[in-house]
């Protein structure tokens, strides 16, 4: 039976990708491209900083096929504090290509709860057109069985105390478990990190944070199929009372004293924040001679007191490919990629008043000179 022309387009799809910074999203993000088997995937991933280089990461190791349009780059902040201002656009805009994307992939920052942006799949401009197929919340094992929520807990604090929007008094722990209440599936990466019994220590922990049926699987190096990843029907923008963080818990508890101090509408929430304590520079590179050279350097600049992240592509000596790193606290990861955008340039990201001086001749090399 032939459809009718007048009847309503079926849903599209989107998974919300969550977790903290080094946890591992973009590798999973870049392997999911390689398995997408025909589905036209479009990612919308978020970076704060001079340079959104999460996407051209992505965009290096992802399937020939992935068109450049697809990757959509929010550069602006957090999607959960920019939700009115640039995600709804984004989605908007997607939705009214002449050839809708199959799935949405939507990759958080480090620090975004995920209930606020489940919540924007409710606007009436998208609640008729996309469902939340799933909350994918990606966990770093290793971290975790180590007694931290993530690999380096310092940076992740000092992000969140950038960014006015959230809750500075509740401690890093408790955005673990928002992150956690909102998932339909939990990804233990680098699992192969750990031995057997951290691994189930770690899967008990994470086991006692969720509702009830939620699905963990393990996972190295963000290998995992895109058929658990996709298709889990979630429609989690529609069950939200069980999703609900610690900070929105609270508030209603007090909702019935004082609706009007808790109302969530655009207007309430506050999106002119700065990032004054977080700042992010460019360093161009223009080439190096291996990737252990790379890393090397890159070590070397973490170890400066006040740096947080470095990531970016650069040309190697002899490679027709550019080399691409992510550094986060201690774990420095370094490969070889097909393609990128912004060769010869690193992203250092830190505190407000780092040595950039100092980091920028490290990473040049200019100490040797």
Do not use: Y
Request: hydrophobic content about 45%.
């Amino acid at each position: 039976m032939t459809a009718s022309p007048h009847a309503p387009k079926p849903k599209i799809p989107a998974t919300i990708i969550t977790g903290f910074l080094g946890a591992g999203k973009t590798t999973l993000l870049s392997n999911l491209l390689r398995e997408a088997k025909g589905k036209r995937i479009a990612l919308i991933v978020n970076e704060f900083g001079d340079m959104g280089f999460d996407g051209s990461l992505v965009d290096g190791c992802a399937d020939p096929d992935c068109a450049a349009e697809d990757v959509v780059e929010l550069t602006n902040g957090c999607i959960c504090c920019t939700v009115a201002d640039d995600f709804l656009p984004t989605m908007e805009m997607l939705i009214a290509r002449d050839e809708a994307p199959d799935h949405i992939v939507i990759e958080t920052s480090g620090l975004a709860l995920p209930q606020p942006l489940v919540r924007a799949f409710s606007w009436p401009s998208v609640k008729t057109r996309v469902t939340v197929d799933a909350v994918v919340t990606v966990v770093d094992t290793a971290a975790v069985a180590e007694g931290r929520v993530a690999s380096d807990e310092a940076a992740v604090a000092a992000q969140r105390a950038a960014d006015d929007s959230l809750d500075h008094d509740s401690p890093v722990e408790e955005l673990f478990e928002d992150q956690l209440a909102c998932a339909d599936l939990v990804v233990l990466n680098k699992a192969d990190l750990v031995d057997a019994a951290a691994l189930e220590a770690v899967r008990a922990r994470v086991a006692a944070r969720l509702r009830p049926a939620v699905e963990i699987v393990t996972a190295e190096k963000g290998v995992l199929s895109a058929d658990v990843l996709l298709g889990r029907g979630s429609a989690a923008e529609d069950d939200m009372d069980g999703r609900k963080s610690h900070h929105e818990a609270q508030h209603d508890h007090h909702d019935h004293d004082h609706d009007d101090d808790h109302d969530h509408d655009h207007d309430h929430h506050h999106h002119d924040h700065d990032h004054d304590a977080f700042e992010s520079h460019v360093v161009a590179l223009a080439g190096i001679a291996s990737l252990a050279d790379l890393k090397a350097r890159v070590e070397a600049a973490m170890a400066l007191p006040g740096v947080l992240r470095i990531k970016g592509a650069v040309a190697v000596d002899g490679k027709p490919a550019p080399a691409m790193v992510q550094a986060v606290g201690p774990r420095v990861e370094t490969w070889f990629a097909r393609d990128a955008r912004g060769t010869g340039q690193l992203v250092v990201i830190g505190l407000a008043g780092f040595d950039l001086g100092r980091a920028r001749a490290i990473l040049t090399d200019a100490l040797a000179a």
